[in-house]
């Protein structure tokens, strides 16, 4: 009698909690199709690798397969430019006020040469070995960056040290 019962439980169970609708994965297509119970396909569903989520596509007979639409539809994130301004302000800002911080380095360094009680040979050797070696080898950096243009400071005044000490 248990056997019975338990046998009949079950097919109860699967006829009523059957599946009707199949999905399958398609290779060829790289996407899920669905299938009603007479092997029609009623859907598929694809991965949009753009707005990262899969969606699905009805396949119904009112539409014509050129007009599908995807039911799952999210609207644009829209981007929040309100601070863009105030970002490329204080950017140019900054990049500004490391010209002018480099430029000051440079006309200090010329108005400490030409003061220098040096004879005036002596002082064109220095300001040419000044424009060879420092201005020319000068490092192409960021001017936005502050650490870039102390950097070229500093690699400025141990140029022209080093050029008073060779000549």
Known sequence: MKKVFFTVCMLFGVFCFSQNISKKYNSVYKRYEY?????SMIGYEQYNN???????YSTNSSQSPQTRQPTQYRDPQQLDISNLGNVLSTKQNRYN???S???TAINRISDHLRNLQIPDERKQNVFGAFENSCMKQMPNINYSSDSQADS????LYDCVND???NN
Do not use: H, I, T
Not at 152 to 155: H, I, T
């Open 35 to 39: 299938f009603a119970p007479d092997g």
């Open 50 to 56: 753009v707005l990262k989520q899969w969606e699905y």
């Open 97 to 99: 006020n490391n010209v």
């Open 101 to 103: 911080k480099v430029q």
């Open 152 to 155: 070229l400071v500093q690699f």
């Open 163 to 165: 050029q008073l000490k």
